[in-house]
């Protein structure tokens, strides 16, 4: 860890609870605050990892692969409940209503934590390219990619 580790997260704390003061509490954290401050987090974390070297990537991918196979799962709740299984709870807990639901061929389009379908496929396209260049085996390009891939059926 060094200095400027402290000074992201103590921003990101701050970001958050501006937020939840100033615009309503919890319902605050639904709305587009709460992406933006995740935004910069997580954008900031993955460029440590790319600043560390090799080894610091690896667990980056490591991590990525764990965040990346919940998030497809919980789509896969989306698609198996009908409706944003996520989203619904979410929204129960914190008092807001849930965004809506769009549908495809009689099936609901899958958000997992997205805020949208789109987003969701977004980021397992690009999860995907990275599963793929990050393996050295082709059996393990080939299942990476496929399983992130299996988020097309959701859409």
């Known amino acids: 860890m060094v200095v400027s580790d402290l000074f992201v997260f103590a921003t990101a704390v701050w970001m958050m609870m501006t937020l939840y003061y100033n615009n309503g509490g919890l319902e605050a954290w639904t709305r587009s605050g709460a992406a933006e401050t995740l935004d910069f987090f997580n954008a900031y974390v993955v460029a440590r990892a790319f600043f560390l070297g090799p080894m610091a990537v690896g667990t980056f991918i490591r991590a990525l692969k764990v965040f990346a196979t919940i998030a497809i799962i919980l789509a896969m709740a989306d698609v198996v ?75």
């Open 81 to 155: 409940y009908g409706h944003l299984f996520i989203h619904h709870i979410f929204a129960s807990i914190v008092g807001s209503p849930p965004p809506g639901e769009q549908e495809r061929m009689g099936i609901i389009r899958a958000n997992s934590s997205f805020d949208h379908a789109i987003l969701f496929g977004a980021f397992c396209a690009v999860v995907g390219n990275i599963f793929l260049y990050s393996e050295q085996s082709a059996l393990r390009q080939v299942s990476g990619s496929a399983f992130v891939s299996s988020e097309s059926y959701c859409q």
